[in-house]
C-alpha cells in the first residue's frame, strides 16, 4: 500500500501538547461510571510465562484482518511487546497480560478494520479520542499505513508512550496528540478534520457524539465499539446528534472474532454542521451528556 506523508507538516515536535505546561487530568472515561462498553474487563490478570509464536499471531489476527502482510504481523507484534514492556512500570491499561493484550486489545481493535475500510480511503484522516496505549489507533494505524492517524489522550504519559513507540517503530503516519477533546475541539486545525474519528471503552455514546461529531468533516463518520446492552444509550445518542448534527446509521453486532467479547458497532454520520457551541466546556460532555437532560425527570422526594 502506498504510504502517506505524516498527517501534519514535517519537522514538527513528535508529540503536539495541545495546552503548555500541566499535565492533564485523566478523563471520565477512566473507571468512570460512563464506561458502559466493556464488560467484564477485570483489573489484572495471572502473568502468563510466554508471549504467542508470530505464526499463532498472524493466524489469530488474519481472521480478522486477512490481509495483513507478514510486515503487519511483526509490527504489531512489535507493538504488543511494547505495550507489555512500559505497562509494568506505567499504567496504560487494566490489560496486561500477553493473550490479553494479543486478543481483548489487539484483535478487538482489527475488528474495526471493515468499518474503516468501507468508510477511509487513501490518504483520509482519522482521530482516535481517548487512545490510551493506542487502542484502537495504533493497532489499525500499523494496519492502514495510507491513513493518516492523530491518537489524542488527555494523560501525558499515555501521549508520551505513544510518542516512543512510534519512533522506535518508524510509523510515519501517527500523530500522538496530548490534550483533552473537549478544548483541542476549538482548534480549526483539528476541527471538522477527519473522515472518521474513533474511540474505544472512553465513554457513553452522547458524550462521545459531543466529544467526537465536532473533529469529524461533514459526511464523515463517528466508528464505536460498544457493548450489547445499548438500547437506552441509543436513544440518548440520537437527542444528542440531532443537537450536534450527527445521525445514528448503524448498531450492528459485529461478527464473532475469537475473542469471547460481544461488541455492537454504532456508526454515526455527520449530516450537518456542528453548532459552535459544542463540545460544552471540559467536564461537561461526560457529566450531564445530552439527550439526557430531556428525559421526563423523575420525581425526587
Ligand atoms: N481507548 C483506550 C483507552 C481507554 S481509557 C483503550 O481502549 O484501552 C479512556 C482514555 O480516555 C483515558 O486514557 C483518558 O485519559 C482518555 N480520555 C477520557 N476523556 C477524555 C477527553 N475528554 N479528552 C481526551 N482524552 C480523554
Redesign the pocket.
Known amino acids: 500500500m502506498p504510504r502517506l506523508p505524516a498527517p501534519d507538516p514535517p519537522g514538527q515536535p513528535l508529540i503536539h501538547h495541545h495546552q503548555s505546561g500541566d499535565d492533564l487530568a ?5 473507571g468512570g461510571i460512563y464506561d458502559l462498553g466493556r464488560p467484564g474487563e477485570p483489573e489484572a490478570e495471572p502473568e502468563p510465562a510466554v508471549p504467542t509464536s508470530l505464526d499463532e499471531l498472524a493466524a489469530l489476527w488474519r481472521s480478522c484482518a486477512p490481509d495483513l502482510t507478514d510486515e503487519q504481523v511483526a509490527g504489531l507484534a512489535r507493538y504488543r511487546d511494547l505495550l507489555h514492556e512500559r505497562n509494568q512500570r506505567v499504567n496504560l ?1 487494566a490489560v496486561r497480560d500477553y493473550p490479553g493484550i494479543e486478543r481483548r ?1 489487539i484483535l478487538e481493535s482489527l475488528r474495526l478494520l471493515p468499518a474503516l475500510t468501507m468508510r477511509a480511503a487513501v490518504g483520509d484522516r482519522v482521530l ?6 493506542g ?2 489507533g495504533m493497532v489499525l494505524a500499523i494496519a492502514r499505513p495510507d491513513l493518516g492517524f492523530t491518537l ?4 501525558g504519559k ?1 501521549v508520551q508512550f505513544l510518542a516512543d513507540a512510534v519512533e522506535a517503530m518508524g510509523l510515519a503516519n501517527v500523530r500522538p496528540l496530548h ?4 478544548e483541542i475541539a476549538r482548534d480549526t486545525g483539528y476541527r471538522g478534520q477527519f473522515r472518521v474519528a474513533v ?5 457513553s455514546l452522547p458524550t462521545l457524539i459531543e ?1 467526537g461529531l465536532p473533529f469529524v468533516a461533514l459526511g464523515g463518520y463517528l466508528v464505536l465499539p460498544k457493548g450489547i446492552d445499548l438500547d437506552e444509550e441509543l436513544r440518548a445518542a440520537e437527542r444528542a446528534g440531532a443537537l450536534v448534527g450527527g445521525r445514528v446509521v448503524e448498531a450492528s453486532i459485529l461478527p464473532e472474532a475469537g475473542s469471547s467479547v460481544e461488541t455492537r458497532l454504532v456508526v454515526i454520520e455527520k449530516v450537518a454542521p456542528t453548532p459552535k457551541t459544542y463540545p460544552r466546556r ?1 467536564g461537561l ?2 457529566h450531564a451528556p445530552l439527550g439526557l437532560a430531556e428525559k421526563p425527570a423523575r420525581s425526587r422526594r
Open positions: 485523566a478523563g471520565p472515561g477512566e491499561t486489545l482516535d479520542i481517548g487512545t490510551g496505549g487502542l484502537p489524542m489522550d488527555a494523560t499515555k490534550g483533552r477533546a473537549e474511540a474505544r471503552a472512553v465513554s466529544l471540559t460532555p461526560a
